[in-house]
């Protein structure tokens, strides 16, 4: 069968999350009250990064300074070349924005015919990076993150294709659940162990390199 390669993109492909980046320059416990609040159940994941973002104002040259504060995992590309050359289709599904992802790998999307699935965002000096959710119409449109991974292994499992899924956080879960080889660390790996998933654990990009080799 056929298989397919989705990843998420913060803590996953990168080193550190912009939500971090962005928690550590501009946010002091008041502005960190939304994230609070979604780990305590009271608003959704959207809700709560809409609200931290909007606290990124300056220039845009400030911004994409920012944005490169971003590491990219060393083994990214190699996997992403290796997977290329295997004629198995990448998917990055993202909760964050397509902006700062296109601003990193934007080339590496292109040249692989890489599916990004994300947020989008408008960026303003004076209001701030605003989260712009999917379109409603969209099938993978999540009213809580903005963007349904499971929807994106659901639609790859009716196109035929067996799904290797590579995540770190809650957002992930429901895609996990329902992938046929999943790559997990920090908050999933421990969420898929506590519901008897069966996980491949990861702490980088080299793990999921020598699987793919291996295929």
């Known amino acids: 069968m ?3 390669f989705v990843t998420d993109f913060d803590g996953t492909v990168t080193a550190n999350d912009f939500f971090h980046i962005v928690t550590d320059g501009y946010c002091d416990e008041k502005g960190l009250q939304p994230w609070y ?5 009271k608003i959704t994941h959207l809700q709560a990064l809409t609200a931290i973002f909007r606290n990124v104002k300056g220039s845009v040259a400030e911004l994409i300074a920012l944005i490169h504060k971003i590491q990219i995992d060393k083994d990214f590309l190699p996997t992403v070349q290796q997977l290329y050359e295997k004629g198995i289709p990448v998917y990055i599904v993202s909760a964050g924005c397509d902006y700062y992802i296109r601003e990193l790998i934007g080339d590496v999307i292109d040249k692989y015919g890489i599916t990004l699935i994300a947020n989008s965002c408008d960026y303003s000096e004076t209001e701030g990076l605003k989260m712009i959710p999917l379109s409603k119409e969209s099938p993978y449109f999540s009213e809580k993150i903005g963007v349904d991974k499971a929807a994106v292994v659901k639609e790859l499992h009716s196109k035929g294709y067996e799904v290797i899924f590579a995540g770190d956080g809650r957002p992930d879960f429901a895609a996990a659940e329902l992938s046929e080889v999943v790559f997990a660390k ?4 421990e969420k898929c162990q506590n519901a008897g998933l069966k996980t491949e654990k990861f702490t980088n990009y ?4 020598n699987y793919v080799k291996s295929l």
Do not use: F, P, R
């Open 2 to 4: 056929q298989k397919a």
């Open 37 to 41: 609040d979604y780990l305590a159940g």
């Open 186 to 189: 920090d908050m999933l790996l």
């Open 206 to 209: 080299g793990d999921i390199l």
